[in-house]
């Protein structure tokens, strides 16, 4: 290994390169970092795909890709970044974050998918301990197979690491329920920026587990989570309502969330579409499967854009039908629908929550996965939604944006403000805001890269200038510290602290820009 790192050194520009400063105290230069590394895994010189990510905007070119073997090679990695004053560490998954999160130009990528791959699920059924590289496709097909269990919080797209949703929240239609994935976690091991390897809990080293649930990966590395379970359905009824009045769908949404209904489904998500037979942007993104039937003529005169709501109800095969039917009119006979603009499906549990996998195969086949993906993620206040709508879906938005714009509401309650994800400011209700797209490559598209981030960034210009309530999910500020600072808000203080607990050179996460190497905390 050494050997290898050696030749690759003299093979390249040291010293073209200052982030590995060849007089590093103690002699030896940049070889010296790398004495006595001894990794178990390997480091990979090609780093072409770890400078990339699903975003297609950012780029950067790492020095070194490194494929751990164990928690204890991750610890290795961040302390010989320690021993250089310009040296980065980045943590990758599936390399699905958009603005360059998880990149480290110039810097050492750590690909997490390479730790040891067991899904252990405990024998009493309560929990399921995984890597932190591990795929939550692959915790839900083991669980599900093997043991007729599940854990209880999702995202909508599967193919991204435990310990990636976790830095950020995970978030998908469970989480009126049962708060985001960070809400169900027990135990992290965590490889901290000192790298110290530490198992923590709300019981053990506890500021260390709520700083890095939700910590953008700024405080440590996870390596392993443990996740709680419950038992598997067999079986979901899937259900779409369509609306054409913004304030009927939040009224409704809000209802089946809060538990208005004295009963409610397992999964509430919605979305805004466009009203005209648009194929990606109109009726048909409403309907489940191309075969179901979308009649126009239950929508009243002329509103711009419509709503949908998409809805779960789990059950098991030993549940009688007409029961299954019966719980659901009881749940949608009070709805403010438009009737007559309902479709729904009976899919098994694993393919209810593998449905993103199919939209992701047709994606790579019409050739918009490999696109650029200018997305957009908010948190919205209840009190502001209505303003919200009025402004961005129906009027910047009406046409679209080639792709889906999620819309639902989460409950405050169902998350722990001890963790480091930041919430709109007031309010026991708030809406995800998603705009997920997905256009053709330009000229096909409905607009070029730079026209959609100019989108996105007037959508957010406008909700500052109107004093709306809300909060970037998945955040990006580019090189704008303020813009972090306001981000956290009264929570800046507390993150400043964490990060000099835990990474006080800043070495873990620089793509996201929050902290300068060797950053020295305000006074």
Known sequence: MIAYIERFVHENDVESMPELDRAEEGGGGVLHLF???????????DTTAAGKDFGGMQSSEPLAMIHPASSDDVARVI?????????????QGNRHSINGQAMAHQGLVIGMKS???????????????VSGGALWEEVLKCCVSDHGLAPRSWTDYLDLTVGGTLSNAGVSGQAFRYGPQTENVTELEVVTGNGDVLICSPNQNSELFFSVLGGLGQFGVITRARILLQPAPDMVRWIRLVYSEFSDFTTDAELLVSGGTGDSFDYVEGFAFVNSDDPVNGWPSARLHPGHPFDPTHIPPSPPVLYCLELALHYSNHHRRSAVDKRVERMVGVLRYCKGLRVEAEVSYVDFLLRVKRAEEEAKANGIWDAPHAWLNLFVS??????????????ILKHGIGGPMLL?????????????????????????VGLLRFSSPYPKGLLSVDEMISQNQEIVEICKRKGFDFKLYLPHYGDSKEGWRQHFGNQWTRFQQRKASFDP???????????????????
């Open 382 to 395: 209840k009190a502001h939604i209505a303003q919200f709508d009025a402004v961005v879906f129906k009027n």
């Open 79 to 91: 302390k010989l970044a320690s021993r250089s004053p310009h040296l980065t560490v980045s943590a």
């Open 115 to 129: 730790m040891d791959p067991r899904i252990q699920v405990d024998p009493s059924g309560v929990h399921v301990d």
């Open 505 to 523: 050179r800043a070495i873990l996460a620089p793509g996201l820009k929050i902290f300068s190497r060797n950053w020295q905390p305000a006074s």
């Open 408 to 432: 639902y509401p989460l409950l405050r309650s169902k998350w722990d403000s001890r963790k480091s994800v930041v919430l709109p400011a007031e309010g026991e209700i708030f809406y995800l």
């Open 35 to 45: 004495k006595g590394l001894e990794l178990q895994g390997t480091v990979d010189f």
